[in-house]
C-alpha cells in the first residue's frame, strides 16, 4: 500500500492544504495529539514534555510513529508564550493540559514584547525541538508550528472576563494592546518556520461564546488580516478557533489564512458553504464524546460521514483529552486511508 | 414545507422550455407539485421503490461535486427522477416523461434544493426562538428554583451554560403608534408590528456586546429580556460599569424604530437560576420607577432614579412606622402641606442653601424660611439637625410623589 503513494508526507500535506491535488488524502493534526498512552510508550511524560526540547519532540514524534498521522505537532498546550511572557503556569501533572495561576498584565500600556523573548526558555525548546524533528522527518512528515494569536494572549496575560470587559469599557485601549500583542506570534511565527516547521497553527479564540462575531470584526479581522501579510509566504497557516463559528466564517474567509480548524458544534455542510473555497477546512471529529468516550466503530462512523460531507482534511476538533485511547487515532488514520483507498 | 409560490414558477418555466410535465412527488410517491395541475395528488408506486431502495444516498465524491455531474436515476420507461436532497436527507422527488436536457434537469435540481433549504432553515430559526422563548419562560417563572436541575439540562441543550453568572437586561419596547392614531383602525400596525419586532430581536442577538451564551428572547408581548452570561464575579464593580455601558448601548441600537419608545433596564447579576427572575424583576421595577419620573424613554440606570428606587425599597417596618404617619399629617394640612414638603426637597437638593432654594423657587428667602419653620413643626423633622432628619424628609417627598403616581395608575 504504502509503495502506491507518490508524494512526500510533507508535500501531501502541504498540497492538500492549498486545495491541491494528493495522492491520498492526508492526515494532519493542527493541535497535540499527545496522550498518556502515548507518553508511556515513549518516557516522554508531561509535564516536562511541555519545556523539555527532547522530550517535546519525542513526544511529538508519536503522532506520526505510533499513530501514523503524516503530521507531527510539538507545541501540545497554548501556554508556552504564556509562560515566556510572565504568567505563572501550573504544568500540572501527567494527565492534566496545563493552567494559567494568574494574569500578571495590570497596566495594558505598559507591556511591550521582552527583547529576548526567543531565548526564554520554553519558547527555546519550543524551536529547539521543531529543528530536532524537522532534522528527524525532512519532507517524510510535516512538522507543524504553532503560535498563540493576540486575543489569547490578551486572555492569558489580563484574564479573560477582565479583557473581554475591556471590550466594552476601554475598546481604545484593547485595540491598542492586541496590536501589540500580535508581535508575538509574528517574531515567533517566522522562528518557527527558520527552525523547520512546514505548517503553522495560529490558535486564538475569538469563540462564539465569549464575544460577537461583530467584535471579531471590528477588533481581531483587521490584525489577521495584517498577519498574514507579515507571515512567511510560503507556510500554510491553520487557523484554530474552538466553538462554533458559523456567524463569524464569513469573516474569517477575508482574513487570507489558509485554513481552518473546526470544531464538531459546526455542521460541516453549512462551513464548506461559507467558506465557499476560499479557507481548506481541517478537524471535524468530536474529542470528548467520540475520541475520548467512544468505540472504534464509532470514530470510523464519525469520520466517514465528515469525508462524505465533503471535508477532506479530517482530524480532532482540539487538542485531544490526554486519556484518549491510541487506538481511537489509529482508527482515524485508518479510516480516513481506506476511504482515500476507496475513491482512487 | 413546500414554498409552492416560489417552487410553481420554477416548474412551469422548465416544463415550458422542454415541453415536458414537470412534478415534485414526496417520499411516499404522491405528487405535490406538477406542471400540469391537475396531477397533483395522483400517485406514482415507481418513486415509493426508489426511496425504498435507498437510491438516493449515493456517496458523493468531490471529483462528483467539481465536474457538477449528477447521474440521472434510472427508471422504467420514459419516467425520470431526481432525489431532492437538503443536509444528505431526501426531501423529494423531482419527476418528468419525456426528454428533457440533463444539464436543465440538474439546475432545476439545485434551485429546488436551494428553495426546500431556505425553508427548512426558516422553520429551524422559527424553531429556535419558540425553544429560547420556551426557556426564558421557564427560567423566569416562579417555579424555576425548584427545576433548576431539569432547566439546566434543558438550557444545556440549547448551548446556554446556566451555571454562570447573569444579569438580566429588560428592553420594554412600548407601541407608540397610538399617540398619532387614537381611532382603531386596523391600518395593518399589527403584521409590521411582529415584523419589527423579529428583526429587533435578530440586530440584538447580532450586536457587537452579544455573545452566543446570552440567551435572548421575548418575555410576553413588549418585553424583549437577555440574560447576559459573565464568566466569574472576581470584578463586580467593573461588571457593573460595562452593563451600564451595554444598557446605553442597546438603547441606542433599538431606539431608532419608528413604532416603539424604548426603555432599557437591568437587574442584578446572580449565580443561581433562582435568582434570573428576581435580577429580572428589579429590571421591570426600575423601567416602571423611570416611567414614573418621567421617563418613558431610554435607558434607565439606578442611579438617576436612586432615591425613588430606594423609597421603594424601604422596608414596612419603616413605611408603615415612620413615612404613613408623616404623609397623613403633611396631606391633613392640605394644599399647605404639600407647598411646604415641596419648598422643604427644594431645599434639601440645593444642598440646604436658602439662597439657591429662593431662586430655584422664585420666592424671597424669608418665605423659605418661615415654609422651613412650619414644616419643622408639622412634622417635627428640622433639616439643621442633621442627615437622619433630611432623610426621613426627603424619602417623604419621594413617598408622596411615588405613592400620587400609583393612584394615577390605577
Ligand atoms: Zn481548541
Redesign the interface.
Known sequence: MAAREQMAGCERVLAALRGRDVDRLPLITPTSVATVESMTATGAFFPEAHTDPHKMAALAATGHELLGFDTVAPYFSILLEAAALGCTVDWNPVDAMPAIKNNPLQKWEEWRLPTNFLDRQPIKALLTAISLLKKRYGHRVAVVGKVIGPWTLAYHLC????F??G???EPEAVRDLLGRLVAVPLLLAAAEVEAGADVLTWADHAT????????YR?FLLPLHQRAVKELPADVPVILHTC??VT?RLGYFTQTGFTAFHFDSRN?P?ELLILANGRLTLVGGINNPQTLLNGRVAEVKVEVERLL???I?LVAPECAVPLRTPNQNLKAVVQAVRDFSRR?R | MLQQELIQPLLDRAAATGRVVIEIINPDGVVIASSDPGRVHSLRPEVQELTAAGLYCRPVSSSEVDAGATPVIPAKDENHFLPLTVNEQLVAWLGWQGSFPGETAALLQASLEGVLAAARRRDEQYYTTREEEALLSALLGREAASRAEELKLRALNAGYDLNLPRAVIVLRLEPKENRYFNINLHLGYDVTREQLKSEILEHVKGDLYITAQDLVAFYSEDYLVICKAFLDTDNLPRLYQAMDVIGKHLYDLVSGNHLFAVQVAYGSIVKEIAGLRRSYQEAVELISLGAACGKSNGFIDADTILFEALACALPGRLTSRYLEPLLQKVEAAGEEGIQLLETVEAFIDNNMNIKQTAEQLYLHRNTVTNRLERIKQLTGLDPATGFRAIFWLKMLAVYRRLGRLHQHED
Not at chain 1, 484574564?159 to 477582565?162: I, K, L
Open positions: 484574564g479573560v472576563q477582565n473581554l470587559l471590550l466594552v469599557l462564539g461564546d465569549l464575544v460577537s462575531a461583530t467584535a471590528e466553538g462554533r456567524d455542521p455542510a462524505k460531507a465533503g477532506r475513491q
